[in-house]
């Protein structure tokens, strides 16, 4: 997508991340198999673009309608405490996330891609949506991936922020110079 200066002026006060997880940092699909197991593939540079952002100093929480050990598993090999899980009511977790990082909504950036996720696409500061989301969260989108959710559209919106916020050679190693 292409960046205006209007999306690079909200990336830079960015405090807090907040992602859904299935159909942002997954590709959506829920692999079961007869053993009752799941399985869920993320993508590797989502991950990477994460613990840039963290250690850029910015907090990164995941809010998910759904309950999984493989995303406390992937949260946990990325250093994101606040995982919250079957949230049926996801703006309520927002407001604690606020308060708790003592942030206003125009200081949080929230990925999603579903009807379920407008409530807060509505109200954060930087509002985004995979490529591939559901028409109806598009439409609160400020920032619309290119890439498809968990194939790169978390990293995409992550180093807009980062690269908007002058963060991103302290924390890549390349200057932008």
């Known amino acids: 997508m292409k960046k205006s200066s209007k999306l690079e002026n909200k990336a830079k006060k960015i405090k807090l991340l907040i992602l859904d997880v299935d159909?942002?940092?997954?590709?959506?699909?829920?692999?079961l198999d007869n053993?009752?197991?799941e399985f869920k593939v993320f993508h590797v540079r989502d991950g990477h673009g994460i613990k840039m952002l963290q250690r850029a100093g910015i907090n990164v929480a995941i809010?998910?309608?759904r309950k999984s050990k493989?995303?406390?598993?992937?949260?946990?090999?990325?250093g994101i405490t606040e995982v919250h899980q079957r949230i049926f009511k996801k703006?309520?977790?927002y407001e604690s996330l606020l308060k708790k990082y003592k942030c206003r909504d125009e200081?949080?950036?929230?990925m999603g891609d579903d009807t379920v996720d407008i409530e807060i696409l509505k109200r954060a500061g930087l509002p985004a949506v995979p490529f591939d989301a559901d028409e109806g969260a598009k439409k609160?989108?400020?920032?619309i991936s290119g890439?498809?959710?968990?194939?790169?559209?978390?990293?995409?919106?992550v180093d807009l922020i980062l690269k908007s916020s002058g963060l991103w050679g302290s924390v890549s190693g390349e200057s932008l110079g």
Do not use: P, Q, Y
Request: hydrophobic letters at 45%.
């Open 23 to 31: 159909g942002v940092m997954t590709d959506g699909s829920i692999i």
């Open 35 to 37: 053993e009752g197991n």
């Open 63 to 65: 809010i998910s309608g």
């Open 70 to 78: 493989v995303v406390e598993r992937r949260a946990e090999e990325l």
């Open 91 to 93: 703006s309520v977790v």
């Open 107 to 110: 200081e949080v950036a929230f």
């Open 140 to 143: 609160w989108a400020l920032f």
């Open 147 to 157: 890439k498809k959710g968990g194939r790169g559209a978390v990293r995409e919106f």
